[in-house]
């Protein structure tokens, strides 16, 4: 709390955010993941980002708002996945075939696997398979959201960091990271219904490699 004196007219503060921390839902930009000294598109990290912020990929481009169809695939209703499970296109498939819904170009993908990355983060988590990242590229996902990222430990004969590596890194999928699908999960239960429409307004802070953000869906 920043206070300025006795009988002052209002009251602010000093927010200190650490963007990519797991607890913060946020919005990965293309500036976030960087490979062999480049970031998406094959942009050398030197131009992308300086000590005055991102000059290339910041989070702020999404500042106009993302507004999309979303769709959830409950990966384990009433449940969670297994410790290290290894999430593929064949789970993906299988979570749409249960709610009976086509999954479509420009989908916001939300994903729930019913685990909690910080109060789960002693276990072995589940992650999403390079098979899993090329299942949502070949279908278009627009966005990803959810509580199943890259698995930690590493998954055993899989590419480590498939999410961000490949989804974000080389295909340009924006990861919404730290994302909690339990309210939204029980709501479309409740409905019956796995479709919706997807919000995220993001904040017109430049110069950053990602951004917290609150993810709305509109039934």
């Known amino acids: 709390m920043l206070f300025t ?13 650490t963007t990519h921390h797991p607890e913060v839902t946020h919005l990965d930009a293309m500036s976030h993941w960087a490979e062999g000294g480049r970031v998406y598109p094959g942009v050398d990290v030197a131009q992308s980002s300086g000590p005055t912020g991102v000059r ?4 702020d481009v999404y ?6 169809r979303g ?4 990966l384990a209703p009433g449940g969670r996945l297994s410790p290290a499970h290894p999430v593929t296109g064949a789970d993906l498939d299988a979570a749409a075939a249960r709610a009976g819904i086509s999954v479509l170009p420009g989908d916001a993908l939300v994903v729930r696997g ?13 992650g999403m398979t ?10 278009g996902i627009a966005v990803y959201a959810g509580d199943i ?20 890194g080389r295909l340009a999928i924006p990861l919404i990271d730290a994302a909690d699908p339990e309210e939204l999960a029980r709501m479309c239960a409740r409905l019956g219904r796995w479709t919706f429409q997807f919000v995220v307004a993001v904040p017109r802070i430049a110069g950053t490699t990602g951004l917290p953000v609150n993810p709305l869906a509109v039934f």
């Open 56 to 59: 290339h990929g910041a989070a």
């Open 5 to 17: 004196g006795f009988g002052a007219p209002a009251m602010a503060e000093v927010m200190i955010v």
């Open 71 to 74: 769709i959830l695939l409950d």
């Open 114 to 126: 019913g685990w909690d990355r910080v109060v789960d983060g002693d276990q072995a988590l589940p």
């Open 149 to 168: 990222g890259d698995a930690r430990p590493p998954l055993p004969g899989e590419e480590p960091g498939a999410l961000h590596r490949f989804g974000l």
């Open 63 to 68: 500042a106009g708002g993302i507004l999309t």
């Open 130 to 139: 390079l098979d899993a990242v090329r299942w949502m590229h070949e279908r």
